[in-house]
């Protein structure tokens, strides 16, 4: 496809649970974004790569939250030992080069119960 | 306090007419991007500005950026149901070797027919 994809679309966790968020982004798009969307806010950001090199990961919460891009495409974010205020909806974007307009997912609405 | 503000937070008008929405940063703006977003869904990408003065038209919505680069307004002319969603203003922030967009808060439009 065209655009920025990501799975699965929804997830009910159970709390303490680990989950896997997955995202391909446009190809040939060099930089990858990782955003969490809390309800009723706007997305805050919580990593950034450029290729597979993640260049900043400040914006991840605790060290629960893990992402990676190993081969420099499609990039993983992982929720150990998931929480209740984890739920969120988290969106992955994608741009060539990084100060170039970034490109969303549809997200993936994550629910923690 | 959020670094960019937008207003109103929410709008409810009758189709057929007009609005604007605002967004407001408390730093000098270098990439002002507007996006779209409907519920359950990502980012809809629909303009970026980043020249002091530009304006940019898509089919019936509008933006400006100031003169400062330090406001941007977003207007939708003779507006329809297919406008409603939340409107988001995002700004690039780069430094360091990194980047990412910092968002508002959302304005949430809804069009009645």
């Known amino acids: 496809g065209a655009g920025v994809s990501q799975s699965p679309r929804y997830k009910v966790a159970k709390r303490g649970q680990d989950v896997a968020l997955r995202c391909d982004p446009i190809s040939g798009h060099v930089s990858l974004f990782w955003y969490q969307q809390a309800l009723g806010q706007g997305p805050e950001f919580l990593t950034y790569f450029q290729n597979e090199a993640q260049l900043d990961k400040s914006g991840l919460p605790s060290d629960r939250f893990f992402a990676e891009r190993p081969e420099g495409s499609v990039s993983t974010l992982k929720i150990q030992r998931t929480q209740q205020e984890d739920s969120a909806v988290y969106l992955c974007a994608s741009s060539w080069p990084r100060q170039e307009t970034q490109y969303f997912g549809p997200g993936t609405r994550l629910l923690v119960l | 306090s959020q670094e960019l503000e937008q207003s109103p937070q929410s709008l409810i008008v009758q189709e057929g007419k007009n609005l604007t929405i605002n967004c407001t940063s408390s730093k000098t703006l270098y990439g002002l991007y507007w996006y779209k977003q409907k519920y359950g869904e990502g980012l809809i990408f629909l303009m970026m500005l980043q020249k002091g003065g530009e304006e940019k038209s898509h089919e019936k919505i509008t933006a400006k950026l100031d003169e400062k680069k330090q406001q941007s307004s977003l207007h939708i002319t003779a507006s329809q149901p297919s406008h409603a969603g939340i409107y988001l203003c995002?700004?690039?922030?780069?430094?360091?070797?990194?980047?990412?967009?910092?968002f508002g808060t959302g304005t949430r439009l809804k069009v009645l027919a």
């Open positions: 995002g700004a690039g922030r780069g430094y360091s070797g990194t980047y990412k967009y910092i």
